[in-house]
């Protein structure tokens, strides 16, 4: 380039006016920058560069009504103007042919196609130096709306031709995007068709859209005839749920269901994800029975006759019920062990242990605490009830001790507390007062020379 030739960059975009500047003195061209259309203007009153880029968005004063004013001032005129445009709406064509402008670049633009547009505008500019122009419009019609624009072809085309290039541009890149994203549709595809977990594809109603082989063979149906059919639990994004299902053979099944947002076919969709957690929900039960439940008998250890019981004395001491605790003393246990084995001994605690679950009711909370000791919490218990279940407790052991068909005969040491909701105390208070009364009955029956029927009460 001969002579360096200036250009006047027209952008309140400080950070998009200082790309464009870099862009241009990259290329060998002198730069200078105003912040909008009226200081553009200024700057023309004292200075005239070869060439005019201008935003078209600014405050103050738009690029159309910038290009408008440069274009009837008759020494302004031929100074070649390109606008910048997002081109969102065919009317900014329309209003570059109207205003006058030489050419126009689109946001985001391509470095190259700048330069490119630069050139070809300064080239084509001194190629028309000595031409008239007489600012004669013609009339067009477009979208039912007559519009006046400059008559000159030589004006008018390589606009026109911008345009051209652009949409060619822009539906190559559509194409390549609608190219990627089908690429990457049959890529997602292929990772949920593959993907060890049932995976479940729905829309905004439950509507299955897609189905995996894994889904399919955890629910014992094809993937055809899982589409289109409504999927049966409530789908909530981003939950992780546990649900029961029933499978095709009728058999039920726990699956942990985890729900995301997706896009399914360019259209908003529910991703469920499926893994079979059976085994592990029946370990997890039967680990909670071996933490809670005693072994032997199937009653509650002390474990759980604690957890259930703390439980039930808050909730009686918030409504001011009263409940009552058995404590009972398997009498004889360590005489039936050394004389008739310890496989006589676990029979009669299960025998006691099928006597008390006979006696008290399925929402009383009977336990074996441990060795020869069992506890029983009756809940909601009325005045004389107490005494009531202790004759019931020993008609149930004498009517056990006829029929049964034992090495030995049952016999327990029996106390009872009533609970008063009015007083502060624990389950372990409440317990060892029961163990105390206990205690004073085996005693008391030890002093009238009571015996067990197998033999003299061991200490």
């Not at 060890?196 to 299955?208: H, T």
Request: hydrophobic share 45%.
């Amino acid at each position: 380039m001969a002579a360096k030739q200036h250009i006047l960059v027209v952008e309140d975009s400080a950070t998009q006016a200082r790309w464009l500047a870099m862009l241009l003195k990259q290329a060998g061209y002198g730069v200078r920058i105003a912040e909008n259309g009226q200081e553009a203007l200024s700057a023309l009153t004292e200075w005239r560069p070869e060439l005019i880029i201008t935003d078209i968005m600014m405050p103050k004063m738009d690029g159309f009504q910038l290009c408008r004013n440069i274009k009837s001032d008759s020494l302004l005129r031929r100074i070649p103007v390109i606008l910048l445009t997002a081109l969102s709406d065919p009317h900014d064509v329309l209003n570059a042919l109207k205003c006058g402008a030489e050419n126009f670049v689109t946001k985001p633009f391509d470095p190259d196609l700048l330069i490119s547009r630069v050139e070809d505008s300064l080239r084509l500019a001194s190629l028309q130096s000595n031409e008239e122009d007489d600012g004669t419009l013609e009339k067009v019609l477009f979208n039912g709306e007559i519009h006046e624009v400059p008559a000159r072809l030589n004006r008018v085309i390589p606009l026109l031709l911008s345009t051209y290039e652009e949409a060619v541009a822009k539906n190559k890149e559509l194409k390549d995007s609608l190219d990627t994203i089908r690429a990457l549709e049959a890529d997602y595809r292929a990772i949920l068709e593959a993907n060890a977990d049932g995976i479940l594809v729905c829309n905004r109603e439950g509507v299955v859209e897609f189905a995996n082989p894994a889904a399919a063979a955890l629910l014992g149906k094809s993937a055809a005839e899982l589409v289109s059919q409504r999927f049966a639990p409530q789908l909530e994004l981003e939950t992780t749920t546990e649900q029961e299902l029933t499978t095709a053979s009728g058999e039920t099944i726990v699956v942990e269901m985890s729900v995301a947002a997706t896009l399914w076919e360019r259209t908003p969709a529910l991703l469920a994800s499926l893994r079979d957690v059976t085994d592990k929900v029946q370990m997890r039960k039967q680990l909670k029975t071996m933490a809670y439940d005693d072994e032997l008998t199937g009653l509650r250890n002390r474990r759980g006759f604690s957890f259930m019981g703390d439980k039930e004395m808050k909730k009686a001491a918030r409504r001011g019920d009263p409940l009552v605790l058995f404590f009972l003393d398997l009498d004889g246990l360590k005489w039936i062990n050394d004389n008739l084995g310890h496989q006589a001994g676990d029979q009669a605690i299960i025998d006691m242990a099928n006597i008390l679950s006979d006696t008290f009711r399925q929402t009383d909370i009977i336990a074996r605490l441990g060795g020869d000791e069992f506890a029983v919490i009756a809940l909601d218990i009325g005045v004389g009830v107490q005494e009531m279940l202790s004759r019931r407790l020993q008609r149930m052991m004498d009517a056990h001790n006829a029929t049964a068909s034992r090495s030995f005969t049952l016999a327990a040491s029996v106390g009872s507390v009533v609970f008063d909701p009015s007083v502060d105390e624990t389950l372990e208070e409440l317990l060892t007062q029961g163990d105390a009364v206990m205690y004073e009955v085996k005693r008391e029956r030890k002093l009238q020379r009571g015996e067990a029927p197998t033999g003299p009460i061991p200490e």
